[in-house]
């Protein structure tokens, strides 16, 4: 897969989350991470911790779930994370993908790994838990958005 292929593959999903009343929103599903609030946000704060890596930082705070009263919010915060991450795949060749990239995780320990599979990791543990995300969704009765890349790419990437 070629650095301009990345572009995009991640993104959408957040966008196509139905509304949820408030209270189903935040209710403790007893997933990993309790509730679709939750889970949105903590894939937020993965995906945009990995982009702030790329770029040569590691940040060390946490995105607060309260700091995301509904769907909305945590779309606005998606569509950031979506457009600057477009931008820096963008930047890339096929040779940056061969890259080193170094950072330090939370615990202030020094990682290293070529860009590539940071790249996977991010969309791996992405999936992961747009999954658990549709499986509250179906508790709670609502239809699920699509979670296929294909039909992403179908229906234009939106």
Same mark, same amino acid.
């Given at each position: 897969?070629?650095?301009?292929? @990345?572009?995009? $593959?991640?993104?959408?999903?957040? /966008?196509?989350?139905?509304?949820?009343?408030?209270?189903?929103?935040? =209710?403790?599903?007893? %997933? %990993? !991470?309790?509730?679709?609030?939750?889970?949105?946000?903590?894939?937020? /704060?993965?995906?945009?911790?990995?982009?702030?890596?790329?770029?040569?930082?590691?940040?060390?705070?946490?995105?607060?779930?309260?700091?995301?009263?509904? $769907?909305? %919010? @945590? =779309?606005?915060?998606?569509?950031?994370?979506?457009?600057?991450?477009?931008?820096?795949?963008?930047?890339?060749?096929?040779?940056?993908?061969?890259?080193?990239?170094?950072?330090?995780?939370?615990?202030?320990?020094? /990682?290293?790994?070529?860009? /590539?599979?940071? @790249? !996977?990791? $991010?969309?791996? !543990? %992405?999936?992961?838990?747009?999954?658990?995300?549709?499986?509250?969704?179906?508790?709670?009765?609502?239809?699920?958005?699509?979670?296929?890349?294909?039909?992403? !790419?179908?229906?234009?990437?939106?």
């Amino acid at each position: 897969m070629d650095a301009l292929a @990345l572009a995009g $593959v991640a993104a959408g999903f957040a /966008w196509r989350v139905p509304a949820q009343r408030a209270t189903n929103f935040v =209710r403790d599903l007893k %997933s %990993s !991470h309790g509730s679709i609030r939750d889970t949105l946000t903590h894939i937020l /704060w993965a995906e945009d911790i990995w982009l702030e890596r790329w770029r040569g930082r590691s940040p060390t705070l946490v995105l607060v779930p309260a700091d995301f009263p509904d $769907v909305d %919010s @945590l =779309r606005e915060g998606f569509g950031r994370v979506d457009r600057e991450r477009a931008a820096f795949l963008g930047t890339l060749t096929d040779h940056s993908l061969l890259q080193i990239v170094g950072y330090q995780n939370l615990k202030g320990e020094p /990682w290293r790994y070529p860009l /590539w599979q940071q @790249l !996977h990791q $991010v969309l791996n !543990h %992405s999936a992961h838990h747009r999954g658990q995300v549709s499986a509250m969704l179906r508790q709670l009765g609502a239809t699920c958005p699509a979670t296929d890349l294909l039909v992403y !790419h179908d229906e234009g990437g939106r």
